[in-house]
């Protein structure tokens, strides 16, 4: 086993063809799953280990293993050649060819629905300056051709080439909110308005926030985690506009050199403090958002079961800490992918081995 993807998810989809939550992805070796609305925590787990299940199956009936992972850690099929038989995607193709020389990405999005779009544009001047700290809980891309980057996530980096990748701005009002979206496709930066691709948006397709900054989880636990992390944080952001509280004035670039340092060091180095432009650990900037976060877990109801994946996440790793170890502990690439595969079929996420001199 060589570990590199192939393209077999349009035969997993068609054996799959009865489960609507299973969809063709951008590129023939990438498959989407979706779950449908949850009320909680509980039945977001129950999806995912449903739908991880299923694809498992299907895999092994087309020959081959599932890996949530934000890049492929080996080879892939050439992008250009690998691009699902689909009218969207081929016109993607055709308007940013250039932007197909790399590896495709698997990022996890988290849908909080809104009562309304334009409370979702006051949720998304709240919740901007947070981005960071879900990206560097959510790195799991540490690999790519068969090579540590150097990257926690190594995904963000390949994903920012995107014209509209890129954190949200501050809007007003939807008024301003969709002058932007306009002005993004009229100048080409996007083909319609489900191409702008800000990490965090209005869906264009639903009545939700959408926050799309993160990788796939490696195991449903970091997905879990993830969304009561960014379900608590709406939570949050929708009583302080309720409360008359301005959205803080946090420059768009320290945004993204923020969301670049979480993408390099995950959990494990320094971050940037968005309010203040200090360099701060991390772990800290973690620490941060939990505290942050607490009014708004009490709100939804997710307190005891994001403090206890938070634990496992400051004890076990990120998934990009997890793949490292794995690949340290693997004597071939095939035995890589498989532990890769076990990881991403499981429901709860190992804890690391940490010796004294990692405290």
């Known amino acids: 086993m060589t570990g590199s993807a192939i393209s077999g998810a349009p035969e997993m989809v068609r054996l799959l063809t009865d489960e609507p939550a299973v969809t063709p992805e951008f590129l023939r070796y990438q498959v989407e799953t979706a779950t449908p609305v949850c009320a909680g ?11 991880r299940r299923l694809l498992v199956g299907a895999a092994d009936q087309v020959g081959c293993l599932v890996v949530a992972v934000g890049v492929p850690p080996f080879d892939a099929p050439p992008a250009l050649s690998a ?33 309304s779009r334009e409370l979702g544009v006051q949720v ?10 879900l990206l560097a809980v959510s790195a799991n891309s540490p690999f790519a051709l068969g090579r540590d980057t150097g990257w926690a996530s190594w995904r963000h980096p390949v994903w920012s080439r995107w014209p509209t990748a890129r954190p949200p701005e501050i809007w007003a009002d939807t008024t301003h909110y ?3 979206v306009r002005h993004l496709v009229d100048k080409g930066a996007a083909a319609d308005p489900r191409g702008v691709y800000w990490h965090a948006r209005l869906s264009p397709r639903y009545p939700t926030v959408e926050v799309r900054v993160a990788d796939v989880g490696l195991s449903v636990d970091d997905a879990v985690l993830l969304a009561g992390l960014v379900r608590a944080l709406v939570a949050i952001a929708v009583e302080e506009f309720r409360e008359g509280r301005s959205a803080p004035a946090v420059p768009t670039a320290r945004i993204a050199a923020a969301l670049s340092a979480a993408a390099r060091h995950g959990l494990g180095g320094p971050g940037i403090d968005v309010r203040s432009g200090e360099v701060v650990a991390q772990r800290q900037l ?29 004890l076990g790793g990120s998934g990009a800490d997890r793949q490292r170890q794995m690949r340290a502990a693997s004597a071939t690439a095939g035995e890589f992918v498989v532990a ?19 405290r």
């Open 83 to 115: 691009v699902a038989d689909l009218p969207r995607y081929r016109e993607l193709v055709d308007r940013f060819p250039t932007l197909l020389s790399s590896p495709g990405t698997c990022g996890c999005h988290v849908h909080v629905g809104m009562p």
């Open 178 to 180: 969709d002058a932007a």
């Open 340 to 358: 890769l595969a076990a990881a991403t079929a499981a429901s709860r996420a190992p804890e690391l081995t940490v010796d004294g001199n990692d």
């Open 286 to 314: 973690f620490q941060d958002l939990l505290e942050h976060l607490r009014p708004g877990l009490d709100i939804t109801g997710d307190t005891e079961e994001v403090e206890r994946l938070a634990s496992g996440l400051v």
């Open 41 to 51: 925590l509980g039945e977001v787990r129950a999806e995912l280990d449903r739908l």
């Open 124 to 133: 998304l001047s709240r919740i901007r300056p947070w981005l960071p700290q």
